[in-house]
């Protein structure tokens, strides 16, 4: 009996450092190619392979070193492969993220770097963190972890998704429908979307979603497409909004002409509130090969039709 061998391409930013941890991990049966049309198997970032993909006609699995696979999504590429994406490693990033800004929101410490400069003496009354309500919209592995991050410090959180059930032994204090997001908003103090890009999450903050927010901070971890920017703006110039800090955008990098960059409400963030760090990577291609190569079934699998 002859034991089939996958061969696996590498379609990313940095593929020689990909190449060498795949080496290191030994992996049985794998080999690797160069060339994209012997290639059964491709470890890829989405962007680099949206363009390459039909090159790859023997691959039989993409494994995306993103989270984010819109890029292949797209109505005149091909899907007639399994592909899934890194899941579960962006908790903690993401947790560092929203509660650094917060913290540092809160406590003036902008404010006290602005001092500094002009060697000015002047406290600013603060609030704690105890007690605030944070609405987070996505209660899968992203939503989950800051959930229970921020309530070891005494923030309540409050979460959102397609069912209005929590999920298992999560540190959510209540849980509500999307339909019903309006009524949680009006007691957030702290707004993060975590949500993927898909036909349902499109456009969601919008107008009248934010008119039912209350002097919040409001952060977009998960995708730009989901906000639309006018509306935000137009919230945080109504007070519905004290600032947001956004790390996605529907076009990225954002344009130089970009009301952002200007609005003293507005952080901007390339894009790293949270990255895919190649040893991470690495650890979840190799537990996904070998039940590939096993005959199970993959973890992390895309239903392209719902786009996660």
């Not at 962007?47 to 790859?56: M, Q, V, W």
């Not at 397609?162 to 849980?175: D, K, L, N, V, Y």
């Not at 993927?196 to 730009?224: I, K, Q």
Request: charged share 20%; aromatic share 10%.
């Amino acid at each position: 009996m002859t034991t089939q061998k996958h061969r696996l391409a590498l379609v990313t930013d940095n593929n020689d450092h990909y190449r060498k941890l795949l080496e290191s991990k030994q992996l049985p049966d794998l080999t690797f190619t160069s060339q994209l049309d012997e290639a059964t198997i491709l470890l890829a970032a989405p962007p680099k392979l949206a363009t390459k993909l039909d090159e790859a006609n023997k691959v039989e699995w993409v494994q995306s070193t993103y989270a984010g696979i819109d890029a292949l999504l797209g109505e005149s590429l091909r899907k007639d492969y399994k592909l899934t994406n890194v899941k579960g490693i962006f908790g903690q990033q993401i947790s560092e993220y929203v509660l650094g800004y917060s913290i540092g929101y809160f406590r003036h410490f902008d404010l006290y770097k602005q001092q500094q400069k002009k060697r000015d003496w002047q406290p600013h009354s603060y609030q704690s963190m105890i007690g605030k309500r944070m609405v987070i919209f996505g209660t899968g592995a992203i939503g989950s972890h800051l959930a229970n991050t921020v309530k070891a410090l005494g923030i309540v959180p409050v979460g959102i998704n397609r069912t209005g059930i929590p999920p298992r032994q999560s540190a959510f204090a209540e849980t509500y429908h999307i339909n019903e997001a309006a009524k949680a908003l009006e007691s957030a103090d702290i707004i993060v979307n975590t949500l993927p890009n898909t036909p349902t999450s499109d456009g969601l903050f919008d107008e009248r979603l934010f008119s039912a927010c209350r002097h919040a901070l409001f952060f977009n971890v998960g995708r730009g497409q989901t906000v639309d920017g006018n509306a935000l703006l137009q919230a945080l110039d109504r007070g519905h909004l004290v600032h947001a800090f956004l790390d996605v955008f529907i076009d990225e990098p954002i344009s130089q002409e970009c009301p952002y960059w200007s609005n003293p409400n507005v952080t901007v963030t390339p894009h790293i509130a949270a990255i895919s760090f190649p040893e991470q990577v690495v650890d979840i291609f190799a537990e996904n090969y070998l039940r590939w190569r096993d005959g199970f079934q993959l973890q992390n699998v895309i239903d392209f039709e719902r786009g996660y």
